[in-house]
């Protein structure tokens, strides 16, 4: 019984870690040996970028080793400021990692599902064209911060080009894009409550098949979130829905377990 649920378990994994869902790999945790921070953070007064050094220090990407030279390129093994420098281009050169047409690739070498998504999107076509209208990576997430927009904050940002006053006006685009968040945000919501209770589960069996049904109501959840990259939501209601209806099975059998 345990064996099966297990084994059950760790193929969905493997199908998770086939369709690139089992989050960013631990790539590039490298920090301890990236010397990179340590200069920068060590010459306040020659800095050139404080604020963008304020912002990854409180970021996901400092606190999961993400390097400078994860975006920036460089040799980060020396503090010798030509080799270091080596290869680090500006962001206003084209052919920077961090200029904007680069970041879809550059942040999308670890963030494959949401790369892969905004690949199909017009704003990817219109970008790779040089468009300079259309959003890039950074404008909804910031350069280094790893920021995740509210579902009011999406909708200011689609409605900044496509509101009436925009400069690409479809004021139907900015409400879709909130309705989706909010519609996101209410299953990761009951789903983080089916963890805790999940947590509590005593019998050892009972615990590990609830975390697999977790896992299964969560994968839509996932896949809803990467593909909103392609910012055109028409498959995405289905996969609430279906990340809804297992989250409240799944909390129906927490809370009434059947006999
Ligand atoms: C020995 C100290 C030192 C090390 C090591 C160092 N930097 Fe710098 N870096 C500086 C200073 C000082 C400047 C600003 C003056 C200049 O442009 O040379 C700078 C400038 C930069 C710039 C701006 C370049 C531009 O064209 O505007 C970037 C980006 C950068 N560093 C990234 C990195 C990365 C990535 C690494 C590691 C691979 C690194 N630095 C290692 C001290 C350092
Ligand atoms: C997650 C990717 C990412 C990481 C990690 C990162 N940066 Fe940046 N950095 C960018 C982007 C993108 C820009 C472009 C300007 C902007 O959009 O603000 C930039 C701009 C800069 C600039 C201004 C010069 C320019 O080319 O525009 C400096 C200097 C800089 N970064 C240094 C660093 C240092 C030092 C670190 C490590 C403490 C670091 N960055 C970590 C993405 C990153
Ligand atoms: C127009 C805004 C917008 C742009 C442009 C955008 N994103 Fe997102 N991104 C979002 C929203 C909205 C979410 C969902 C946030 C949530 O669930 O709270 C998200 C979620 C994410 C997540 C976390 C979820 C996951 O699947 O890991 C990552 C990582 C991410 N985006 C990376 C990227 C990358 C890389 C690019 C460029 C190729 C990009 N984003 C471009 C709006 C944007
Ligand atoms: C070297 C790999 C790497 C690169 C390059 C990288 N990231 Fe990340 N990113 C990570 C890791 C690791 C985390 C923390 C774990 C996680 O939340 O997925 C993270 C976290 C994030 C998050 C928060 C996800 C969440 O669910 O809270 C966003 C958004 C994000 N990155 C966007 C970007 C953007 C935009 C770029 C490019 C400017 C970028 N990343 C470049 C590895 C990377
Ligand atoms: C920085 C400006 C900018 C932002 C922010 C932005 N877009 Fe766009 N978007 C454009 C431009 C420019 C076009 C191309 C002109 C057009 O088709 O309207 C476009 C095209 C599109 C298209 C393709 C339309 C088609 O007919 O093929 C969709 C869908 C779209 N955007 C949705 C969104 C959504 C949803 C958001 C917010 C999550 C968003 N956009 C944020 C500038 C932006």
């Given at each position: 019984m345990v064996s099966t649920t297990v084994a059950r378990l760790s193929s969905l994994m493997t199908v998770l870690a086939t369709l690139g869902?089992?989050?960013?790999?631990?790539?590039?945790?490298q920090l301890d040996r990236s010397r990179c921070a340590d200069c920068h953070f060590a010459n306040p007064y020659t800095e050139p970028a404080q604020q963008h050094l304020h912002r990854w220090s409180l970021s996901p990407h400092q606190r999961a080793d993400v390097g400078c030279d994860s975006c920036h390129r460089g040799n980060p093994d020396t503090f010798e400021s030509l080799q270091a420098h080596r290869g680090v281009l500006s962001s206003f050169n084209p052919s920077s990692p961090v200029h904007r047409t680069q970041l879809p690739a550059t942040c999308g070498s670890c963030h494959v599902g949401p790369y892969v998504n905004f690949q199909a999107s017009r704003h990817h076509e219109l970008l790779g064209q040089g468009d300079r209208r259309v959003p890039t990576c950074?404008?909804?997430?910031g350069s280094v911060d790893g920021r995740l927009l509210s579902p009011q904050g999406l909708e200011r940002q689609c409605a900044e080009c496509h509101?009436?006053?925009?400069?690409?006006?479809?004021?139907g685009r900015a409400a879709d894009a909130r309705l989706l968040l909010e519609g996101i945000a209410n299953v990761r919501e009951s789903l983080e409550a089916a963890r805790r209770l999940i947590e509590r589960v005593r019998d050892g069996d009972r615990r590990r098949s609830l975390e697999a049904a977790y896992l299964q109501a969560e994968v839509p959840v996932i896949e809803a979130r990467r593909a909103g990259h392609r910012f055109v939501f028409d498959q995405l209601e289905e996969r609430l829905e279906t990340a809804q209806e297992r989250t409240a099975a799944l909390l129906s059998e927490l809370v009434n377990p059947a006999p």
């Open positions: 869902l089992a989050g960013a790999p631990a790539a590039l945790a950074s404008t909804c997430h509101g009436p006053d925009g400069i690409a006006p479809r004021p």
